[in-house]
């Protein structure tokens, strides 16, 4: 079973930075695709950004150039580093894994941006 943890939401100024971090638990976490997902209040929940098992990534347009996705196979850790964060990444942001039939979300963490 696959379970992922995420950590580092907080209430942030307009135009600072976070890091946020999912620990994910098994021996597969080096083959899946891991990616971050956020949900606005009343919204839908969007693709932020993925990272597959050979690191190739993929970004949202509204983030790219800010955020930038990383992994940690000897951590079985994903991380999330946000710069430049403005308002509208405000949400709740939510780690997942996919790979070999699975495909586990975590509890998610609220990001606050104010203006």
């Known amino acids: 079973q696959v379970q992922l943890v995420e950590s580092g939401g907080r209430l942030v100024q307009a135009g600072g930075s976070l890091r946020l971090s999912c620990a994910v638990s098994g021996s597969i976490f080096r083959l899946m695709v891991m990616g971050w997902y956020r949900q606005a209040p009343g919204k839908q929940r969007d693709l932020v950004a993925t990272i597959t098992s050979d690191t190739t990534t993929n970004y949202a347009d509204s983030v790219k150039g800010r955020f930038s996705i990383s992994r940690d196979n000897v951590k079985n850790t994903v991380y999330l580093q946000m710069n430049s964060l403005k308002p509208e990444d405000t949400g709740v942001y939510y780690c997942?894994?996919?790979?070999?039939?699975?495909?586990?979300w975590g509890q998610g963490t609220q990001v606050t941006v104010s203006s």
């Open positions: 997942n894994g996919r790979g070999l039939g699975r495909d586990a």
